[in-house]
């Protein structure tokens, strides 16, 4: 049965989450963050970004505000990974701005509903791994990078923003 808008959304070993249009949901995919010692936490947010900042989509706001706020008004220290997905680039690029480092990994020019159940979230999971971060936060249920997320559960406490 496909999922719709208002229905259970239900997420193996979380329960089940009701999504109501025009809102957004954290949903933790793995609980049992255990404690985090005084050492430097890492976060790899898997999202989209829209660099151009023509069009952007309410996922591309709150995540875009969301980094920054982390990156500059943190009581801890925080290292923060931006991995997301990109038709525009030749290669797979990373760069630092500020305290965020972005990695842009390249995706193949067909439509995203080939890639992203079949290239693009193995290309996330590479990454994140490569990261090993302490916490995953993905924004966007579906292929890919809520895919990635969910795939990831076994190995990192993940996060999952639902934008509806």
């Avoid at 829209?50 to 309410?58: A, K, L, P, R």
């Avoid at 969301?66 to 680039?89: C, M, P, Q, Y």
């Amino acid at each position: 049965m496909p999922w719709r808008i208002g229905s259970p959304l239900i997420i193996t070993g979380s329960g089940t989450a009701y999504v109501k249009p025009g809102m957004s949901y954290l949903i933790i995919l793995k609980g049992g963050f255990g404690t985090l010692d005084e050492r430097c936490i890492k976060i790899a947010f898997l999202c989209p970004l829209n660099f151009s900042h023509e069009n952007m989509g309410g996922a591309d706001v709150h995540i875009q505000h969301l980094i920054k706020a982390l990156s500059k008004d943190s009581d801890r220290e925080l290292e923060l990974h931006v991995v997301t997905l990109s038709k525009s680039v030749k290669k797979d690029t990373e760069y630092l701005d500020e305290q965020l480092k972005y990695h842009i990994l390249k995706s193949p020019n067909v439509p995203r509903t080939v890639t992203g159940v079949t290239i693009d979230w193995r290309k996330l999971i590479k990454m994140v791994n490569m990261i090993n971060p302490d916490i995953v936060h993905a924004q966007v249920l579906g292929a890919p990078y809520g895919l990635a997320a969910m795939k990831l559960i076994h190995e990192y406490p993940v996060v999952l923003t639902v934008h509806t």
